[in-house]
């Protein structure tokens, strides 16, 4: 007689299990799974097994937005509570798994399904939304499960810290270091390690064609940081600019402070 474990595998490795090809993630969840199936519980069943990994899947969408601080404290268990059987070793290599494997799949689980009553022949499907119904969603409109979405939903207030903004970080490159040190009689400048952040529009579509108008305002205010106009290259270019400058775009920024922010 096959056992529980045997059962469970089949759902992942037979090869002539139908495709949901309607719905990306039930395939790439599926796949996610699978990596893990020797590292489950005897005890645990079918059902619990796509619970925890459900809630792996979330909670590595949440530490790619989250200050990790506020992941930390929401993965590890409460003072004094019971969690069972819980792997917690488990859960964290699984969440890390989702970020360096899927991080393109940025989207939550919240409901899987199996159609079909032939083990090996059965159809996974999920139902996903995006962060901000997500968070919305009432402890009764989700499966909780162990490690649930009652668990760690509350940690994290996204409404009242979700800035809307997008944040764009220049580095400067080594062209610019060379252009400071043009100036500069003494010890050379090496490296500059902060880095300055501009916050633009949230509704921007289309990011570099925004970055192609306006670069030279970005340009110049680091430019002005250091020697007055007098000393800058006259003939800039958006080429020019990226060649001096890493350009990083963050679109999660989140406020953690109480005190509200001023402008001076």
Known sequence: MASKKDKIRKLFENSNTPRNTDVKYADAFNEFIIPFRNDFSESWDWEFIFYFALNA???GNLKMVIPE???NRIIAPRPGEDIGDINIELLKKMVDYKISHYNQYDRFITKFNFTGEEIGKQVLTVKTENR???VEMKDSDIFGGPYGYEYYAGEFDFEESYIDRYAVVL?????????VNSFITGERVEKIEEANIYLV????????????????KLFTMELDEWFSSKCWPQKRTYKMFRQWFQVDISTMIYDLEKRPITKE
């Open 57 to 59: 899947w979330n909670m």
């Open 69 to 71: 601080k506020d992941f």
């Open 132 to 134: 901000d119904t997500f």
């Open 171 to 179: 580095k400067p490159k080594q062209p610019f270091l060379d252009w």
């Open 201 to 216: 529009d949230e509704d921007i579509e289309d990011l570099e064609k925004w970055l192609k108008k306006k670069y030279d």
